[in-house]
């Protein structure tokens, strides 16, 4: 390893990072970003990066937006900071929820605001739970989620959270919440399964296990429309509307997780658009604001609604808010930032590329590495394997996915390896089509130097 740079030694003697292994990270320190443009970065060196994971699944309309910047700094001149405890409020939350109850791809009656997609699903349950509380019935609280599921890292998000790691040694899952069987046809559908017999049997599994607790005890499936950071999953055809029926039968409510699918990634502006379902509510975070400041969200139809203003009328008090929930400057930018989407018509931008991209995708599935390459819109999941018949995964200690990242950064190029050597891409919606092309081309590099490395070291190819 060469010697780490000043800055990086200060990193490495001050930071806890998260998600890594923070004992081989003392060695290789961290890439240190300096400024951004466009779909590019660059590191303290001056080497260009095209930011393939738009920041952590996030940064739609890219780097170096000026109208996001000057509308930020407009708002701290006029008002830095201002809040909604106790009936205070401000112009700028309320004309970003007024925008996204009109772009709500449901009936959407009130927006509740917070910072992080971990906090809008903690607060997902909460809801549930104190609405379950006001219809009187306390004893169906239990919320099934997936395996591989990704919802945030607090303590009920991480328990809907369907990823080992963020489990083992946290003394997580909290009792409570369950998991069910992750859709992904590559890994979990038997040999000739159709894709519809695939959801059959899901759905059948969710309604197994919801009749085996007790439906009087289970109040909420949560569900990312297209699972991200499990190793992007899409579920198999008629998914959701078999899920749904089943939510409906034992009068289950029904979140979902837009946390990464919202605003375009998927083609349209709601993941559940492109799958066709419909929600009771939904989680909002990341490309709302386009990642310039965080802010997040629980839009909640008018049913909760009323459970819950007929609760905190019973208690005296609907107790639960954020100091930051709503913060004016991130909402003015959020605010900015959809008028962005549909002005400029990022979304339909987006999916016009979708078909480029996804081709540039697939074609990697004749990669000797690669198990699976899969996607939809602008987001994909390439599945490194040691085995392309038998789909045998790397040993763990090997880190594949990550030596798959190290060259890739080598190319210029940021992309992620998550849940088992799964190399994601999730570049921002404003991506030109040669950016794509240059993209797939120093991806498909990195894989080859990927796979030269892995021949030198006689891990078991076959
Ligand atoms: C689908 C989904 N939900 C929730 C979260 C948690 O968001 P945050 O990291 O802002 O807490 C993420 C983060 O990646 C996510 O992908």
């Keep these: 390893m060469p010697p780490l740079s000043n800055l990086a030694t200060r990193d490495v003697e001050t930071l806890v990072h998260p998600f890594i292994n923070l004992a081989r990270f003392r060695d290789s320190g961290p890439l240190i970003i300096e400024r951004g443009q466009g779909v590019t970065v660059y590191d303290t060196d001056g080497k260009a990066y095209i930011e393939a994971m738009a920041g952590l699944w996030c940064t739609a309309l890219g780097y170096g937006n000026e109208e996001l910047v000057e509308t930020a700094a407009a708002q701290m001149r006029k008002l830095s900071f201002a809040h909604l405890f106790t009936g205070k409020s401000h112009d700028a939350a309320i004309e970003l929820a007024e925008k996204l109850k009109e772009i709500a791809p449901v009936p959407i009656s009130k927006v509740f605001f917070c910072n992080s997609g971990s906090e809008a699903n903690d607060s997902q349950v909460k809801l549930v739970w104190y609405l379950n509380n006001a219809l009187g019935r306390p004893r169906k609280k239990k919320i099934i989620s997936r395996m591989k599921a990704y919802h945030g890292v607090t303590v009920v998000a991480a328990s809907l959270t369907g990823l080992p790691g963020n489990q083992r040694d946290f003394d997580l899952p909290l009792s409570g919440f369950l998991h069910t069987t992750c859709p992904q046809a590559y890994r979990f559908a038997h040999d000739g399964e159709s894709e519809e017999a695939f959801a059959t049997r899901l759905a059948g599994e969710l309604d197994a296990l919801i009749v085996k607790e007790g439906a009087d005890t289970v109040a909420a499936f949560i569900a990312e429309p297209v699972m991200g950071a499990g190793g992007v999953i899409v579920p198999p055809k008629t998914y959701y509307e078999k899920i749904m029926a089943v939510c409906a039968k034992h009068d289950v409510f029904m ?47 008018e049913a909760m609604y009323q459970a819950l203003l007929e609760e905190s009328k019973k208690i005296g008090v609907f107790a639960h808010g954020f100091t930051y929930g709503g913060h004016p400057v991130s909402a003015a930018v959020a605010l900015k930032a959809i008028e962005i989407y549909v002005r400029d018509r990022i979304v339909e931008t987006g999916a016009a590329r979708a078909p480029q991209f996804q081709a540039r995708l697939a074609a990697l599935n004749a990669h000797p590495l690669v198990g699976e390459a899969r996607g939809l819109g602008l987001i994909g999941g390439i599945e490194l394997v040691a085995d392309k018949k038998t789909k045998r995964s790397f040993a763990p200690a090997h880190a594949v996915g990550a030596r798959a990242v190290a060259f890739a950064e080598a190319e210029g190029l940021i992309v992620r390896s998550v849940a088992g050597d ?37 891990l078991a190819l076959e």
């Design 422 to 458: 799964v190399i994601t891409l999730c570049p921002p919606l404003i991506i030109g089509a040669e950016e794509v092309d240059e993209l797939f081309d120093r991806l498909t590099r990195a894989l080859d130097r990927t796979l030269d490395w892995a021949t030198r070291e006689r």
């Design 255 to 301: 979140i979902d997780d837009e946390v990464i699918c919202g605003f375009g990634r998927l083609g349209t502006m709601f993941g559940c658009e492109k799958l066709y379902f419909r929600p009771h509510s939904i989680s909002i975070a990341k490309a709302m604001s386009s990642a310039y400041l965080p802010i997040a969200g629980v839009m909640i139809p």
